[in-house]
């Protein structure tokens, strides 16, 4: 049987360039995005729904929303 690839819009963090405020993880209604140690923000693929709060929210410009296959 073939499978479908799905795609969906999801966070996607330049984590190299990420300073981990937290401001993502605070507007994520989703609890999608945490700060993984103390370092940088880390998405949860599974529960992100693609909203760009975060990607809004973030004053380092590194969050980005893209296409995902799913």
Aim: net charge positive; aromatic share 2%; hydrophobic share 40%.
């Amino acid at each position: 049987m073939n499978q479908v690839k799905r795609t969906a819009r999801r966070a996607f963090v330049a984590s190299s360039d990420c300073v981990a405020c937290g401001c993502c993880v605070k507007v994520c209604p989703k609890s999608a995005i945490q700060i993984a140690r103390g370092v940088t923000a880390a998405v949860d693929l599974e529960k992100c729904v693609g909203c760009g709060r975060c990607a809004k929210e973030c004053p380092a410009t590194v969050i980005t929303i893209r296409e995902a296959t799913l």
